[in-house]
T-cell receptor, first 114, second 112 residues
Framework: DGGITQSPKYLFRKEGQNVTLSCEQN?????MYWYRQDPGQGLRLIYY???????QKGDIAEGYSVSREKKESFPLTVTSAQKNPTAFYLC?????????????FGPGTRLTVL | GENVEQHPSTLSVQEGDSAVIKCTYS??????FPWYKQELGKRPQLIID?????GEKKDQRIAVTLNKTAKHFSLHITETQPEDSAVYFC???????????FGTGTKLQVIP
């Protein structure tokens, strides 16, 4: 999982602003994911991408957008439409050869809306 | 879609005792079940996993069992140590799909 980086580590945003979280991997993984984690709760899937130029909504996609223009990059934009964006955001990746491949996580970005 | 339930949400054990965390899943097509450990403020780290063609897997003090008929799997930690204190997540993945569904997590506290 050392091959996945997220930036920034901490991010502060004013209400009404869009903000983009970066996720980069050098593991040559096809599939990439964005999860949201709230205090004391599990991981909820926002978006995932199985291949470049393709992505699918997860369970809580409203107020978020993604792009997958390069295999190694999967940025997440938190838009002003997301009503409660303060959370810990985790990016992950894995090979797409099969369901039994391990998912590796980045270090996370903690977003706080002021 | 897949639904994964995890119990208990919190678990306190004395150092040296065993800890058991249980998960159930709903999609009979799920065939891969990883377990992750997450320390406070850190990323989840894979600690053990099991595939549907196996009933049990061990790695030192950690073991996972899978009952496909009942659609449940469990994490067993023996001889617990204070450094085992963390939040543990189970997950399930369906074959042919890349979506991974996580349980809600179990906060394990090992009391010295």
């Amino acid at each position: 999982d050392g091959g996945i980086t997220q930036s920034p580590k901490y991010l502060f945003r004013k209400e009404g602003q869009n903000v983009t979280l970066s996720c980069e991997q050098n593991l040559n993984h096809d599939a990439m994911y964005w999860y949201r984690q709230d205090p004391g709760q599990g991981l909820r899937l926002i978006y995932y991408s199985q291949i470049v130029n393709d992505f699918q909504k997860g369970d809580i996609a409203e107020g978020y957008s993604v792009s997958r223009e390069k295999k190694e990059s999967f940025p997440l934009t938190v838009t002003s439409a997301q009503k409660n964006p303060t959370a810990f955001y985790l990016c992950a990746s894995k090979t797409s050869g099969g369901a039994g491949d391990t998912q590796y996580f980045g270090p996370g970005t903690r977003l706080t809306v002021l | 879609g897949e639904n994964v339930e995890q119990h208990p949400s919190t678990l306190s054990v004395q150092e040296g005792d065993s800890a058991v965390i249980k998960c159930t899943y709903s999609d009979s097509a799920s065939n891969y079940f990883p377990w992750y450990k997450q320390e406070l403020g850190k990323r989840p780290q894979l600690i053990i996993d099991i595939r549907s063609n196996v009933g049990e897997k061990k790695d030192q003090r950690i073991a996972v069992t899978l009952n496909k008929t009942a659609k449940h799997f469990s994490l067993h930690i023996t001889e617990t140590q204070p450094e085992d204190s963390a939040v543990y997540f189970c997950a399930a993945t369906s074959g042919g799909y890349q979506k991974v569904t996580f349980g809600t997590g179990t906060k394990l506290q090992v009391i010295p």
